[in-house]
């Protein structure tokens, strides 16, 4: 059973455990009125809650937004919003069809599915809408193989795509009962391991064996787990004129990933250990999420 909270849905965009360099790169983004922003990962990652906060975001007097979903999660006052019912014929791929018919000037698609919704969701992109969707891969990177898969040509993949932003979510450590302590031998291989690809334009952070991180207690506030409340670990790979340029090319998940490295890309486990060094989740955490 999935259970929905309703006061989830009023997280803004600062709400969502983004880093300083993240946030400014969303808010950057989301000024733009064409394009497509797609979010990736597994079911329960947070990827409605994010779509959600962007939409609350833009959202303002004159501005046309509606949306096709499945099912509605949650309702915004102020937006229309549509259920696909496959049992009437209004899938996907249909819905989205006639929502663009109407002008509107920011639509959200729930998920794309198939090569049908994916290439109307191109077309919107770069007919002078901002589209929001989801997307199934394991990283912000295999999102242009995954479009490729689905028989959408790079050609149109490129001009039509602003970003992807991956994410999974962390439990945060109770603030009651987590417990301060040196950071282990093995924990200072694995961050200095996983911060040694860390691009130069972040501020890298220094880590020594007298480094203190935070740990998990038990106590009756977090019902004796050590951990209340999640937070997302995101990454953020960015489709600019190169990237555009190597899109065309078809390339692989890895070679995608290397180009976003090298131009500034923090990865969802990068961000994850930041977080441990703020204190705000833990090392076992990170690694049984991002593991």
Not at 49 to 60: D, I, K, M, P, S
Not at 221 to 232: A, D, E, H
Not at 243 to 272: C, F, H, N, W, Y
């Amino acid at each position: 059973m999935r259970v929905l909270d309703p006061e989830t849905i009023r997280q803004t965009i600062q709400d969502l455990g983004m880093s300083a360099e993240n946030f400014a790169l969303i808010k950057k983004l989301l000024q733009k009125t064409t394009g497509s922003i797609l979010t990736t990962g597994p079911t329960g990652s947070g990827k409605t809650t994010t779509l959600y906060a962007f939409v609350r975001h833009v959202n303002e007097p004159g501005l046309k937004i509606i949306t096709i979903e499945d099912p509605i999660e949650y309702h915004i006052e102020g937006i229309s919003q549509t259920q696909v019912n496959s049992a009437k014929g209004y899938t996907f791929a249909s819905g989205l069809r006639s929502i663009v018919r109407q002008d509107p000037d920011v639509v959200l698609v729930g998920e794309i599915r198939d090569a049908e919704t994916a290439e109307i969701a191109m077309q919107a992109a770069l007919t002078g809408h901002l589209v929001f969707s989801t997307l199934h891969t394991n990283d912000a990177a295999g999102a242009i193989p995954r479009l490729i898969d689905l028989g959408i040509k790079p050609v149109m993949i490129a001009p039509a795509l602003n970003a992807v932003l991956a994410q999974r979510l962390v439990r945060k450590l109770c603030l009651k009962c987590k417990r301060k302590g040196v950071i282990s031998k093995e924990e200072l291989e694995i961050l200095n391991e996983v911060f040694a690809t860390l691009s130069d334009k972040n501020k890298k952070p220094k880590i020594t064996e007298d480094t203190e991180v935070f740990y998990p207690e038990k106590c009756a506030t977090c019902n004796f787990t050590g951990y209340k409340g999640r937070v997302g670990v995101f990454e953020i790979f960015l489709v600019d004129e190169e990237m555009e340029r190597l899109i065309l090319k078809s390339p692989a998940i890895s070679d995608m990933k290397d180009a976003a490295l090298k131009r500034g890309m923090t990865t969802m486990v990068q961000d994850g250990y930041l977080k441990v060094l703020e204190g705000v989740t833990s090392t076992e955490e990170v690694r049984r999420v991002l593991a």
